[in-house]
């Protein structure tokens, strides 16, 4: 994966606004000098880096050429970890908040066709997406689901997208309490060529639309998860080593911890976040040997060049691998 970034650490003011859904804030980060913040492009997220140690990631879903402000969306998710509640709750208008990024993982990859699917929150990566489809000439659709229209966030946003689209470009509100859940066979039963599909979203939303793009061309879809996928059991139950090449150093990760502890406890550096493979914070080169991956973030294609890893989560397949670290 490897994506480029000009990532900061920054202390950035909070605006507050509402949005027009249940449980959903909208908070607008500026430079308390005005200064212009790093440019983004669409699928990229920020982490907030909130008090007693927790670091949220929450997706951009503004406007890439508005450099004076980041805006994201957040629900409270009243079975989280304390993270959404904070902000809902704690951080008020005019707040500073250390704030770490842009970072992308998702990136919309060129295409001259889309299918945009997204469900509840996950409306936001999404949202630049099908703008920036639509600025380039692609053609695009957008299907959004939610529990029922109160509990969808951006409708209006969507509504002048739809209103100014060109192209034959469409959006398709999907409210289960009125429609039931997104029609998935109808609208990804048949492959199209030269079309990427890009779903943000619940993880049945998710697992539903990789199922129903099975068939699809290698590379066809793209989804990112706000939480970790499902893992199988690891390849290798024992001990591996891990050769550090920068460093000079051989460690041994046991079972029982990660690359990235032994790593950290060695006193190498490793920029972190979630701790779950979900973020990409921790990517790590891989020079030699079989990666066991257990992240919610690469592809199967990216996966099995085996060039690059997730250290928080991800181990060996092989009894060393050789990092560039």
Not at 58 to 84: F, H, K, M
Not at 120 to 146: N, R, S, V
Request: with cysteine; glycine share 10%.
């Amino acid at each position: 994966m490897q994506v480029a970034s000009d990532e900061e650490d920054l202390r950035l003011r909070v605006h507050r606004r509402a949005v027009g859904a249940d449980g959903v804030v909208v908070l607008e980060l500026r430079h308390p000098a005005g200064n212009d913040l790093p440019a983004w492009s669409p699928g990229a997220h920020v982490d907030l880096i909130l008090p007693d140690g927790l670091v949220r990631q929450y997706s951009l879903c503004g406007d890439p050429q508005n450099r004076t402000a980041w805006q994201i969306g957040v629900l409270r998710e009243p079975d989280g970890r304390g993270g959404s509640a904070y902000i809902h709750d704690e951080v008020r208008e005019g707040h500073e908040i250390d704030v770490r990024g842009p970072r992308n993982n998702f990136p919309l990859v060129p295409a001259p066709r889309y299918i945009f699917l997204a469900g509840g929150i996950g409306i936001t990566p999404i949202l630049p997406m099908a703008a920036a489809a639509e600025q380039a000439g692609a053609q695009w659709e957008f299907h959004y689901g939610g529990r029922s229209r109160t509990s969808m966030a951006f409708l209006d946003t969507l509504e002048t997208l739809e209103a100014t689209a060109e192209h034959g470009s469409t959006v398709d509100l999907h409210p289960q309490d009125e429609v039931g859940l997104i029609d998935l066979p109808r609208i990804l039963g048949t492959p199209r060529p030269g079309t990427k599909v890009y779903c943000c979203g619940p993880e049945p939303l998710l697992s539903a639309v990789e199922a129903a793009c099975a068939d699809w061309p290698a590379g066809t879809l793209h989804v990112e998860r706000f939480a970790p996928k499902e893992q199988g059991e690891r390849v290798l139950s024992g001990d591996f080593e891990v050769e550090l090449t920068l460093e000079g150093v051989t460690l041994t990760v046991p079972p029982d911890r990660s690359i990235l502890d032994v790593v950290d406890e060695a006193g190498v550096f490793v920029l972190s976040s979630c701790q779950e493979g979900t973020c990409g914070t921790c990517e790590t080169r891989v020079l030699h040997g079989e990666v066991d991956h257990r992240d919610s973030l690469l592809t199967p294609e990216e996966r099995a060049t085996s060039d690059t890893m997730f250290i928080c989560v991800s181990r060996a397949a092989c009894p060393k691998l050789v990092l560039e670290l």
